[in-house]
DNA sequence: CTAGACATGTAACGCGTTACATGATTAT
DNA sequence: ATAATCATGTAACGCGTTACATGTCTAG
């Protein structure tokens, strides 16, 4: 089974949605808030390679019109289940604490790809994590604020608020889902 | 000039509060909020010999009544220059919008190395590149919101709310700091 | 005709991950 | 005795970063 990196997802969650080459790719994370990957070719084009070796993607070279030499790739039908098993697999409470980025990476290709249930069985076990995490976090800095500097009390701080913050919209989101239940647009 | 890496960072302010040891750092990683780092020897012995080869870190093997070794290690009079223009560094649009984390590091050790007034400084100048960033994306979102899936929409409702909690954060940790000022204590 | 966007690659390098190894000390 | 904790390391591996290389097409 491959060993897919975060950028390997990205990549292969944007793919699911048209098939694109390696420079569309970047566009997209040099232009919008998917930036928080990397557009720098070393990093996707050998990302695009790999996931082709593993046979997640398959890319072929768009030249009809075009003399320009421009691979376009898309999932296979494994690809599209590999990708769909990363994104309902369970979420543990060490996902929470260490991986929040790859979470909100699953989720935001979700009803695209896994389906509106899935999104919703998502949202429930986020915010189960977070209704159980956030208040530990909080209370570990009640207990040891007395010995912290200012500066260290104050960023601790910002990330509990950020993970309190967190637990709001997954609540939201969650709603904004149950409402529309069978609703057509 | 040496390279550090984030973990290096971390390490190194981590010494600056009393001189530690590799396992020392390992149980902070491992049981504090800390814990974003990686707590594995794989990564924290070579990142302490790495400092100590680039002149940042000084080790020496406790084994006075100790036949344990034990490599405590403090920071140089050069590591502690390099930590404070580290910290002190200008804050740009980029470190923002791709190295947050990198940011809040920076500022949690703030008072103890760089002082108060670096704290504030720093305050301010994040808060007018939040004060910039945050409604653009805001803007963004709005701007792309009918041509993109429910989670999608979400998963970047969810950035943004965390860069507005973020703004409003970081005004909060400045009012902290000016209401104090002179006051000891 | 030339600057800039289009488009894809490769090579060296550094560092974090994973897994394994070693041995001393303390607690049961 | 022996399991758990203390304590430090090393080796293989993968992947992202940086920098460089190459060539095409389009706009002014």
Do not use: C
């Amino acid at each position: 089974m491959a060993n897919i990196s975060l950028l390997g997802y990205a990549i292969l969650g944007l793919l699911h949605q048209e098939p694109r080459s390696g420079y569309d790719v970047r566009k997209i994370f040099a232009n919008t808030p998917m930036g928080t990957f990397s557009d720098s070719p070393g990093a996707i084009y050998p990302a695009l390679r790999r996931l082709e070796k593993d046979g997640l993607v398959r890319g072929q070279l768009r030249s009809a019109s075009d003399l320009r030499r421009r691979r376009v790739y898309r999932p296979t039908r494994y690809g599209r289940r590999a990708f769909k098993a990363w994104q309902t697999r369970p979420i543990s409470s060490d996902d929470v604490i260490h991986r929040m980025d790859e979470l909100l990476l699953r989720f935001s290709f979700m009803d695209q790809t896994a389906g509106r249930s899935a999104a919703v069985r998502f949202l429930k076990n986020l915010t189960r994590e977070l209704r159980s995490y956030t208040p530990a976090l909080r209370k570990y800095l009640k207990a040891n604020a007395r010995q912290m500097p200012l500066s260290g009390k104050l960023a601790l701080e910002s990330g509990v608020r950020g993970y309190e913050e967190l637990l709001r919209w997954s609540r939201s989101a969650l709603a904004r889902y149950l409402n529309r239940k069978g609703v057509r647009r």
